[in-house]
């Protein structure tokens, strides 16, 4: 089946190094959850005990900040707690977190390339970087986070992605993820955000990440087990069939 979006949750809070984030809706068994933690300093997110790290990047310079990401491939959905608790090393500042629940991705092998981080100063508008997938259809995430105290700013998707979570209520840090299906494989190119409002980019520094998540290939791990048994299929066509 192809990837495709089922829910996500935004939570954010002040003075504090952890955050609760309520789990998405409508899970099943199956479905895999990516995690994007951000905050206006340089210390380390802990693993969740279940989850998979990706990546995370920690930028010292200026506005300090970090994005930390990680997944989890859901096997028993009805005994998934309600809500997920991250935590991190530091000090009490402003937090985001994200969760996004996908389906149709490849359980034994999620992640379609390494996912990729990247940081910068002096703008608003930062581009999620480039990716190179390896399997058509492959499901993107991008998120953007920014380090600032500028005025009231609004997340915008990158041309072709849909906006899933936005949120500016934080002084020191907001953050938004987006997704999109890379139908062929190959690079996604740099991926602006075009948010509005804030500030003058000379007020922000950021940091954004993404993720390529692998689809279920139709018919690649049962056609692989049933050669390996030594079986054969039979196509039956024709009228009185």
Do not use: H
Not at 6 to 31: F, Q, R, Y
Not at 35 to 46: E, I, M, R, V
């Amino acid at each position: 089946m192809p990837a495709s979006y089922v829910d996500s949750t935004i939570a954010n809070n002040n003075t504090a190094t952890s955050i609760e984030i309520t789990k998405p809706a409508t899970v099943l068994d199956g479905d895999v959850f990516f995690a994007f933690l951000g905050n206006n300093d340089d210390n380390a997110w802990t693993t969740l005990t279940g989850w998979t790290a990706l990546g995370e990047l920690q930028d010292a310079g200026g506005n300090d900040r970090t994005l930390n990401i990680q997944r989890k491939v859901i096997t028993d959905a009805a005994g998934e707690p309600a809500t997920y608790t991250f935590s991190r090393a530091g000090l009490n500042t402003d937090n985001f977190g994200v969760i996004v629940a996908v389906r149709g991705i490849d359980n034994t092998t999620p992640e379609d390339a390494t996912s990729v981080l990247s940081s910068g100063a002096n703008d608003n508008t930062p581009d999620s970087p480039s990716i190179t997938t390896v399997t058509d259809g492959a499901f993107i995430l991008l998120a953007c986070g920014l380090a600032g105290t500028g005025a009231a700013l609004t997340f915008v998707a990158p041309t072709g992605a849909d906006l899933r979570e936005g949120n500016d209520l934080e002084t020191s840090f907001r953050m938004g993820v987006s997704t999109f299906i890379q139908a062929s494989a190959g690079a996604t190119g740099a991926q602006n955000w075009p948010n509005t409002g804030g500030s003058s980019p000379v007020s922000w520094e950021w940091v954004t990440g993404t993720v390529a998540a692998r689809p279920v290939v139709a018919g690649g791990a049962a056609a692989a087990a049933i050669r390996s048994k030594g079986l054969r299929t039979l196509s039956l066509t024709g009228a009185g069939i």
